[in-house]
């Protein structure tokens, strides 16, 4: 297998997801150069971090992390607009891996029950062919030992026919509802909820409200990327 791998590599040499070089082979995803250059926000508490933070007052949320900042023009901006329009779920496992490792021995995740993703609206899901934070939580699930299950919540356009908060809403960037599937899967669990990009946190929110419908839920957040 090794031998028909390199050989294939001759002929399609693997880029750098970044700089476009070509990689060696012991990198992955992208070169070590970049890999060197990803602005990681080494937050090592979970409480009382920025991100944390960031949705006091909103919802109830255990601990919430990310790996990296995201930043204008910024290497983690190419790197997830290439995850979720150009193709390339390798990025998400790339992410997964990294931030498994770290976390593998984290004992604040101790109390997880199971990890779900921010889910896309099945008309997106097909036009992509992916969600582009299951690699993600493949890999997560995988070092943290907890089952990753995608189908938790749903996602929902909300009508066109809706009134006056509907519209607000919109404006807002909440143009998308979430429904929690069965309420009595999340009932007395600890979420571990994920995605790829906290910018104002709202997705992340409406998804927190939904789950919290159900009795006694405790949501944690993790994500690939958190804007500064
Ligand atoms: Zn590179």
Redesign the pocket.
Known sequence: MKVLKDLFRLFYPEL??????QLTKNENV??T??RHDLPLTNFKDYSENKISKSFYGRINVEKANSLLFYRKEGITKKLIHKLKYKGNEEIGSFFGNWLGEILKENKELSTIDFIIPVPLHHKKLKQRGYNQVSKFGERLSFYLKKPFVEDVLERNFTSKTQTFKARFERFNNIDTKFQLKDISTVKNKHILLIDDVITTGATLEACAKELQKSENVKVSILTMAYTE
Do not use: T
């Open positions: 750098c997801a970044n700089c476009e070089n992208i070169c150069f970049c």
